[in-house]
């Protein structure tokens, strides 16, 4: 019969080897699933996870690694601020729309001027915007005790609506002879995120790495990201010893929230170019994903962010060349945050095997 029996302590060796057990054990089975689909399981996990950096497509697909990560990393490092304290934003989805929102507004009512402080002030506005919506389900944390989860995922439905209203109404192009979506902020320079298109690079790329940096430095050098993760490990010391859980709530979920924006800001203000109905393609919920896949570590969401968007560019490429279903995709995504948190219970757990009598 198989035991599980608690560890001392948590075992350091499988915390760092879970995700790597996990992205292999999901190749494994995600190509048991390509096979029953009836396509090579070997040829698609190549063209996942080699092709785009080494294949026939890789002058291109090499750049989108960085478009397809940076919004992915940037939101990720908010999320694991909270998650590390035991608070559950999983509407960055939400806070990410909002953002994009506030800050291509925020360029379009200066439109067609030219100015150097027109994108300053959108990248201003998209963090607010993003935190704004991310202060929400806070507020009703801390003063009615609802549940932060339920609130901030229910607010995604609700900034889609909004993001569909405004791709019609207000900021619907003038001159887009009644098409949905705004102006195209690519062919605005005041409002251009991209710093070298032909290598995927924009400001938002640089922000990524600047929060990496940032969230390092707060959680090892500064005293809110000591008590971050004394709240997350240990809530009843954090509060003997004086945590205020208020002012934790507010500061790890506006954090969280103007990061999301600042990615949806980036996100409208370069490759996406406008805000349409179609704007948002799932990097909030991604975003999850790569915080644990990154084991809620600023280097270790770096490299699962690159790790993630090299599945959104290799599955974009299994579609075109292999026929893949996109479906199929993600439900290969969904296989790696499934595994993982099924793996996690190793760090906390030892399996043992016994016989039925001596149980």
């Known amino acids: ?68 990560g940076g919004p992915l990393i940037l939101i990720a490092i908010g999320l694991s601020l909270g998650f590390r304290a035991g608070i559950w934003n999983i509407g960055a989805e939400g806070q990410y729309i909002i953002g ?74 003038p001159d887009g002879f009644g098409f949905p979506g705004s102006r195209n902020l690519n062919d605005y320079p005041s409002a251009n995120s991209w710093i070298n298109e032909g290598f995927g690079l924009h400001w938002g790329i640089a922000a990524a790495f600047i929060a990496v940096i940032f969230a390092y430095v707060l959680l090892s050098r500064h005293i809110m990201g000591f008590n971050i993760k004394l709240t997350g490990e240990a809530p009843k010391a954090a509060r003997f010893g004086g945590v205020n859980p208020t002012r934790l709530v507010i500061f790890c979920m506006c954090a969280s929230g103007a990061l999301a924006g600042l990615a949806g800001l980036f996100e409208v203000s370069g490759p996406s170019g406008q805000i349409s109905i179609d704007f948002n393609v799932g990097y909030g919920f991604t975003a999850i994903i790569v915080a644990f896949l990154g084991r809620l570590h600023p280097i ?25 279903p996109s479906a199929a995709i993600q439900v290969f995504q969904g296989m790696l945050l499934f595994f993982l948190l099924a793996l996690d219970l190793l760090t906390n757990f030892r399996i043992k095997f016994a016989m039925k009598g001596a149980v």
């Open 100 to 173: 994009a929102i506030f800050g291509a507004a925020a360029g379009l009512a200066f439109y067609p001027a030219e100015s150097i402080f027109i994108f300053p002030l959108m990248v201003i506005c998209g963090a607010i915007g993003g935190m704004l919506w991310a202060l929400i389900p806070a507020l009703l944390k801390v003063k009615f005790g609802t549940n932060e989860i339920l609130v901030s995922l229910m607010l995604v439905y609700v900034a889609e609506q909004l993001l569909a209203s405004m791709a019609l109404g207000l900021l619907k192009n």
């Open 300 to 324: 270790g969401i770096l490299l699962a962010g690159l790790l993630m968007a090299l599945t959104y560019i290799g599955g974009e490429l299994a579609q075109l060349t292999l026929g893949l």
């Open 1 to 68: 019969m198989i035991q599980l029996e608690k560890r001392p302590q948590p075992s350091q060796f499988w915390s760092l080897f879970t995700p790597v057990l996990a992205v292999i054990i999901t190749m494994i089975v995600g190509g048991l699933l390509f096979g029953a689909l009836g396509k090579n399981p070997f040829e698609a996990i190549r063209t996942i996870f080699y092709d785009p950096l080494f294949g026939d497509f890789a002058s291109y697909s090499r750049p989108q690694l960085l478009v397809k």
